[in-house]
């Protein structure tokens, strides 16, 4: 066999390329899952790295009153990656820790694979204190996380080294700030020399949200640190009098880049002293999209897999067709809903959903702010489908389902609204793909980019959104799917009034009355998705970001 040389190494503190391995927490994770399985589709020699959580991507329980509780079901490694002979460690404070590295091969449409390596604390070697060093995402306190950015950043870059890979490796990504550690360790090798890092590198930032980067005291930090740290690293990663882990990156990156257009215009306020570009977001066509869409694809559009450009031809696609895949696709989604729920949702009625992390920014109940006006609209009309998980320690989230159960409740049925529990990629591929309108509300402009909308466009699901994220250059108000709220000065209550009457004014009649112009908007919404597919992303980050030789 031909070893792999990979130019590219992808580091995440998460990375999501399938439901069964639970090495994510949310979008960050799903996307750089749909960033690696893209480049196997395009065969780019790229290897992933990130950490090995056991309980990681957790079971979601809501009791009758919204409570979420959490469960975290046994994960054995072995069921499904292959570990790695070889031995890594780092240095926490002069202590040795050791990694397992395990690896899973993501293959790509044409046969292509590229490796992924995870890093597992849960060696005997360790002391009790580290075996369970990377055991949860964003768990325990603030020096846990240090430990755990060592261990991505360090140890990452250690196991790359025994495998050979980096030998062959052209440009590191740092897949947000979490990882940037690594630039410490190739600091180390070229002996101080900062432009030769920055040559190495490149950094992409998800967050507009200054509370969303990590930062660490430098009492804690430089002890553990220890040899790795350089002289001069309050130069190279200061925020403020910490040592900031956007900053360490964005100091020793040659490119760094927002995630969509308008999250770039915001991160160029936030970093004036920096070139912030921006590559926007993508998903991977394949894995987002239901089997009814699949099979609808295959027939009409073959070669789609391979070159989702081929979809730009749905023009071409008959009306019964492209309406029958979606019947069967929500269908299958009020299947699961009506067993889960017993709310006897029904597939006549228009169906919108709404489905996220309970991120109190996402607004999950704005839709709610005026029950009354809402029931005027919808009632016998609008069904709604929710799902959210909000993160275990996240109290703000957890309230914000509490708060949808009793909007839920004081809807008294006269609108039906149902949640699903246990938010994961298999439920959001049912929902994106299974309802008739894909609802985004976000407080503008907190959503750097958005993902799920774009899982939805590429099932023939229009958005109704805020101009926030993806939309923001992805919408054509009306064409394929629809705008709403005042992107200037956004408030909830002007949001919520905008939302109601483009709800009332235009989406239910052309659903109900039009349904020409109906599945016309489906079809926009399909072309809409090729150009915020993986395939598009990572073409750009070739192009543009990585340049390789
Ligand atoms: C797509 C997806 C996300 C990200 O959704 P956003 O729209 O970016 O918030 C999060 N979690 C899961 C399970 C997903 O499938």
């Known amino acids: 066999m031909i070893k792999f040389e990979p130019r590219v190494g992808y580091f995440s503190a998460e990375i999501g390329v399938s439901p069964s391995i639970p090495s994510y927490s949310g979008g960050l994770g ?40 959490e469960e975290y079901p046994p994960f054995n490694p072995s069921w499904l990656l292959e570990k790695l002979d070889i031995k890594v460690s780092f240095h926490i404070n002069s202590h040795t820790i050791h990694l397992a590295v395990w690896q899973y091969w993501v293959e790509g449409a044409g ?58 490796i052209q440009v590191y990504h740092m897949n947000e700030g ?12 070229a002996g101080g020399n900062v432009k030769q890092v920055q040559q190495q ?26 040899e790795y740290a350089p002289e001069n690293i309050r130069e190279l990663a200061d925020n403020h009098g910490k040592l900031s882990m956007t900053h360490l990156a964005l100091n020793l990156s040659r490119s760094v880049n927002a995630v969509s257009q308008l999250h770039g215009e915001v991160a160029r306020k936030m970093y004036p002293q920096y070139a912030v570009s921006d590559v926007t977001n993508g998903v991977h066509h394949l894995s987002w999209t239901a089997r009814e869409t699949q099979h609808l694809f295959d027939k009409q559009m073959p070669g789609w897999v391979q070159e989702p450009v081929e979809l730009l031809k749905i023009n071409e696609v008959p009306d019964d067709a492209l309406w029958d895949a979606h019947l069967e696709n929500k269908i299958n989604l009020l299947d699961y809903s009506n067993a889960m729920t017993q709310k ?14 309970a991120a109190t920014y996402k607004r999950a109940n704005l839709l709610f702010y005026d029950l009354e006006r809402l ?23 957890k309230d914000v389902i ?16 149902v949640f699903l529990e246990n938010y994961n990629m298999w439920l959001g591929r049912l929902i994106t793909a299974g309802v008739d309108v894909w609802l985004n509300t976000p407080l503008r402009p907190n959503e750097a980019s958005g993902t799920s909308g774009m899982k939805a466009a590429l099932n023939g699901v229009p958005s109704l959104s805020v101009l926030d994220g993806w939309w923001n250059e992805g919408c054509r108000d009306g064409e394929n799917g629809w705008a709403f709220g005042e992107p200037a000065v956004p408030s909830d209550r002007s949001d919520a009034n905008a939302l109601y009457r483009v709800l009332a004014e235009q989406v239910i009649p052309t659903f109900y009355d039009d349904r020409p112009a109906w599945l016309q908007i489906m079809r926009e919404a399909i072309k809409t998705g090729v150009n915020f597919t993986a395939r598009r992303m990572l073409d750009d980050y070739t192009s543009k970001i990585y340049q390789l030789k």
Do not use: W
């Open 344 to 357: 006897g949702l029904s597939p006549n009625l228009l169906t919108i959903g709404f489905a996220r992390r």
């Open 201 to 226: 590198c490149v950094f992409t930032t998800h967050t507009p949200v200054p509370a969303g980067h990590d930062e660490f005291s430098y009492e804690s930090a430089l002890p553990a640190l220890g």
């Open 178 to 189: 979490h990882t940037a550690f690594l630039t410490l360790d190739l600091l180390k090798s």
């Open 375 to 397: 029931s005027e609209i919808c009632e016998g009309r609008v069904q709604f489908v929710f799902s959210g998980k909000a993160h275990p320690r996240d109290e703000h989230g």
């Open 111 to 168: 046969g292509y694979r590229v490796p992924i390596l995870f890093l597992d604390s849960d060696v005997p070697e360790n002391a009790p204190e580290y075996r369970r060093l990377c055991y949860r995402l964003y768990a325990g306190d603030n020096q846990h996380r240090l430990y755990q950015e060592m261990a991505m950043g360090l140890g990452g870059m250690a196991a790359l080294r025994a495998m050979g890979y980096q030998k062959s």
């Open 30 to 69: 799903v996307l750089a899952g749909d960033h690696v399985k893209a480049a196997a589709d395009a065969g780019l020699p790229l290897v992933g790295v990130t950490l090995l959580y056991r309980e990681g991507y957790m079971n979601q329980h809501v009791d009758a009153v919204g409570k979420q509780t």
């Open 402 to 417: 509490q708060e949808l159960y009793r909007h839920i409740r004081d809807l008294n049925g006269r609108v039906n609204v």
